[in-house]
């Protein structure tokens, strides 16, 4: 997608000036600043407990909580892989919602950005594995390969039953598999 926005370009703003410009028009926008900061401040359980494991480059990528572009503000995003996470609570699941997160996806993805819905019951319940997933995405948006591989189910087993080792999937250097013993 290509943006071009006469009235910057007029002023004669050139190089790094204009894409700044070009950038706070969609990005974290100044007129957003209150709403962002009211966001971070408020305690949702499940938001706090994900940007404990994502915060401070701990998968090894760079994420911003409460994060403004155009007119929307997501709960997580990671500008180098163009990487949104989002963390949806119960009020996520009427038709109107769901049609409110469809627009917004679009726009997302008119931007060139992904998009990765979780409730707040699976980071609640399964907060290791969400992180796991979070990583492998990221890994894979940013072209680097894991260093996992999960074992294949024995021959004994039936066909569509999964292996036990394969309910966890440890990629994340930063989560240690539930189902180890040691």
């Not at 900061?37 to 998968?59: G, H, M, T, V």
């Not at 009020?91 to 109107?96: A, F, L, P, R």
């Not at 004994?156 to 180890?180: A, C, R, Y």
């Amino acid at each position: 997608m290509h943006l071009y926005f006469p009235p910057l370009a007029k002023r004669g703003l050139g190089g790094v000036e204009l894409r700044h410009k070009i950038m706070t028009v969609i990005f974290n926008k100044k007129t957003s600043i209150n709403a962002r900061r009211r966001l971070r401040k408020q305690k949702i359980s499940a938001e706090k407990d994900l940007w404990n494991k994502l915060r401070r480059d701990r998968l090894g990528f760079r994420f911003r909580r409460q994060y403004g572009i155009g007119n929307y503000i997501v709960d997580f995003y990671c500008p180098k892989l163009k990487l949104i996470i989002e963390v949806d609570g119960a009020t996520h699941s009427t038709d109107e919602e769901i049609s409110n997160d469809r627009i917004r996806e679009n726009y997302f993805k008119k931007l060139g950005l992904a998009v990765k819905r979780y409730f707040n019951s699976d980071i609640y319940n399964n907060l290791d594995l969400v992180t796991d997933n979070i990583y492998e995405i990221c890994l894979e948006l940013s072209g680097r390969k894991s260093s996992y591989t999960p074992p294949q189910p024995s021959s004994s087993q039936e066909e569509g039953e999964m292996h036990p080792s394969q309910q966890t999937i440890p990629t994340n250097p930063m989560t240690k598999n539930k189902t180890d013993p040691s």
